[in-house]
């Protein structure tokens, strides 16, 4: 299963320092970006967070790659 990388708030007080983490799910606009749709993202089980606005490159190739994937399942 993959999983959308997000932002890290920014805490004052954190004492260790992470970038990113795992969200909730991916946004409507990788989505878009990645040619897949919210039907065909749900039928491959990727989880959808319509709150966020963001678009991260990384996310949107990970998308890519799992849709290459399921396209070549499916053409054998």
């Not at 004492?15 to 040619?35: C, H, M, P, Q, Y």
């Not at 949107?60 to 994937?69: D, I, P, R």
């Amino acid at each position: 299963m993959v999983e959308p990388i997000v932002k890290r708030p920014h805490y004052r007080f954190e004492i260790r320092k992470k970038d990113t983490k795992v969200g909730k799910g991916f946004s409507l606009k990788e989505l878009k970006e990645a040619g897949l749709s919210v039907h065909e993202a749900k039928k491959l089980g990727v989880r959808i967070d319509k709150r966020r606005k963001t678009s991260y490159p990384e996310n949107v190739e990970a998308l890519k790659k799992l849709k290459e994937q399921q396209e070549k399942k499916q053409a054998q």
